[in-house]
């Protein structure tokens, strides 16, 4: 069954051998995860089954090659018949918010994949933790900076790998974007822009328009899809932002912003411009260059992408986007390769919200940044 020995595998991790970036969130799963690399496909339970898990994850988990849909953690007693008749999940797989701690004894579970609104990731993120099991979390990875710190240092306690939900660094036109800005392919980025956006229409009582669950509108749903745009469009973390809210809807965004625009400085002088908006429909990401420019357009959705630039066209085959992110974590955990989204990727990107909500009640004042050089994209194994 193993076709990794335990005793190669931490070697291999002791030794940088695999050809991976060990990444900080990666080096304490040794270990946690001992009884992961006896496997080869790893086990996921997913925790929330509304529409991402159900229509996307759930989907894409029947196609993966090193990861399967072992077991979900669900509020709602009649998805757990409906989760077992569909997927054939064996009811001992099964749990409630209530009996969830109970998988550290799960042996059929090595990752928890948190899909739940943003006010539950980080409780629930760090419970997956204390219970051993490495750690998926949707973006946005929590609500504040601290929440991302709690969750970081439960997994770095626990020594279980931490990953973000973003599934654009296992997609193809993403990685060649970034291939072209690392290697300087149409020369040095002078501006980028990007817009990730849709017109939210329907419940009024759904939780993301809900503070206390969302912890904001646009900007902490389709709002780190601009901000992580811009960073790998420019190929550098930001210096500064200075941000402003626009409402044309008040009486349906009564608590959540509903468009917001930001204007990044980044070293060397590349400026930014970000769109987010609950009430919009726009999904782009240019960059121009000193000897050319690409687009990707739309630029974050779930594919498939579609991508121009000065040098010809962009065209890669469509896959899901879940299938490949949920087997590049597995393969991270299995061999080594990198962690794509590590946790403080999404810590970053909670740092530069919290800077654009700053800016706009200071009045679109321009906040500096103090984040790290290395921007932390890595290329796929
Ligand atoms: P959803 O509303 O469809 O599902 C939310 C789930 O949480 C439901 O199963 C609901 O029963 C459960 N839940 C538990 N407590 C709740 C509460 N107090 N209020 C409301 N629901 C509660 O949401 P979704 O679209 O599946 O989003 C879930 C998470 O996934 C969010 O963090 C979102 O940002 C993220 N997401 C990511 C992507 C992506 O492309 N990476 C896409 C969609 C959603």
């Given at each position: 069954?193993?076709?990794i020995s335990r005793r190669v595998f931490g070697k291999t991790l002791a030794g940088g051998a695999v050809g991976g970036i060990l990444t900080t969130a990666f080096a304490p799963a040794i270990s946690a995860s001992d009884k992961n690399i006896?496997?080869?496909?790893?086990?996921?339970?997913?925790?929330?089954?509304?529409?991402?898990?159900?229509?996307?994850?759930?989907?894409?988990?029947?196609?993966?090659?090193?990861?399967?849909?072992?077991?979900?953690?669900?509020?709602?007693?009649?998805?757990?018949?409906?989760?077992?008749?569909?997927?054939?999940?064996?009811?001992?797989?099964?749990?409630?918010?209530?009996?969830?701690?109970?998988?550290?004894?799960?042996?059929?579970?090595?990752?928890?994949?948190?899909?739940?609104?943003?006010?539950?990731?980080?409780?629930?993120?760090?419970?997956?933790a204390r219970a051993g099991k490495h750690v998926i979390c949707e973006k946005p990875m929590a609500m504040t900076v601290g929440e991302c710190d709690a969750i970081i240092g439960a997994c770095k306690a626990a020594g279980v790998a931490l990953?973000?939900?973003?599934?654009?660094?296992?997609?193809?036109?993403?990685?060649?974007?970034?291939?072209?800005?690392?290697?300087?392919?149409?020369?040095?980025?002078?501006?980028?822009?990007?817009?990730?956006?849709?017109?939210?229409?329907?419940?009024?009582?759904?939780?993301?328009?809900?503070?206390?669950?969302?912890?904001?509108?646009?900007?902490?749903?389709?709002?780190?899809?601009?901000?992580?745009?811009?960073?790998?469009?420019?190929?550098?973390?930001?210096?500064?932002?200075?941000?402003?809210?626009?409402?044309?809807?008040?009486?349906?965004?009564?608590?959540?912003?509903?468009?917001?625009?930001?204007?990044?400085?980044?070293?060397?002088?590349?400026?930014?411009?970000?769109?987010?908006?609950?009430?919009?429909?726009?999904?782009?990401?240019?960059?121009?260059?000193?000897?050319?420019?690409?687009?990707?357009?739309?630029?974050?959705?779930?594919?498939?992408?579609?991508?121009?630039?000065?040098?010809?066209?962009?065209?890669?085959?469509?896959?899901?986007?879940?299938?490949?992110?949920?087997?590049?974590?597995?393969?991270?955990?299995?061999?080594?390769?990198?962690?794509?989204?590590?946790?403080?990727?999404?810590?970053?990107?909670?740092?530069?919200?919290?800077?654009?909500?700053?800016?706009?009640?200071?009045?679109?004042?321009?906040?500096?940044?103090?984040?790290?050089?290395?921007?932390?994209?890595?290329?796929?194994?």
């Amino acid at each position: 069954m193993t076709g990794i020995s335990r005793r190669v595998f931490g070697k291999t991790l002791a030794g940088g051998a695999v050809g991976g970036i060990l990444t900080t969130a990666f080096a304490p799963a040794i270990s946690a995860s001992d009884k992961n690399i006896q496997k080869k496909k790893l086990g996921i339970a997913l925790v929330g089954l509304g529409s991402y898990s159900t229509y996307q994850l759930a989907p894409a988990l029947q196609e993966t090659a090193h990861c399967y849909l072992a077991g979900v953690v669900t509020g709602t007693p009649s998805k757990e018949a409906q989760w077992q008749k569909k997927y054939g999940i064996d009811p001992t797989h099964i749990y409630s918010y209530d009996t969830f701690d109970r998988i550290s004894e799960d042996d059929a579970i090595d990752i928890v994949y948190i899909v739940l609104p943003n006010s539950m990731h980080a409780e629930f993120s760090i419970r997956a933790a204390r219970a051993g099991k490495h750690v998926i979390c949707e973006k946005p990875m929590a609500m504040t900076v601290g929440e991302c710190d709690a969750i970081i240092g439960a997994c770095k306690a626990a020594g279980v790998a931490l990953g973000v939900g973003y599934r654009l660094h296992s997609e193809p036109y993403t990685q060649e974007v970034q291939r072209m800005v690392r290697e300087n392919s149409i020369g040095d980025i002078h501006f980028v822009s990007s817009d990730a956006a849709y017109i939210s229409g329907g419940n009024p009582d759904q939780w993301r328009l809900d503070k206390a669950l969302s912890g904001g509108g646009a900007l902490m749903n389709m709002g780190v899809y601009s901000i992580q745009s811009c960073i790998y469009g420019c190929g550098k973390n930001p210096v500064s932002v200075s941000a402003q809210e626009f409402s044309t809807r008040p009486e349906y965004f009564k608590q959540t912003d509903e468009t917001i625009t930001a204007q990044f400085e980044f070293p060397g002088g590349t400026v930014a411009h970000m769109m987010t908006s609950h009430n919009a429909n726009a999904n782009r990401l240019y960059a121009s260059g000193s000897r050319g420019w690409f687009e990707l357009n739309p630029a974050n959705n779930y594919g498939p992408l579609n991508g121009q630039s000065s040098e010809g066209p962009l065209s890669f085959p469509h896959e899901s986007q879940q299938k490949l992110q949920m087997d590049d974590f597995a393969k991270h955990i299995l061999f080594g390769s990198p962690n794509l989204a590590p946790g403080e990727m999404g810590r970053r990107d909670m740092v530069i919200v919290e800077a654009i909500y700053r800016s706009i009640r200071e009045g679109g004042r321009r906040i500096a940044l103090d984040l790290p050089q290395d921007y932390g994209f890595a290329v796929r194994s």
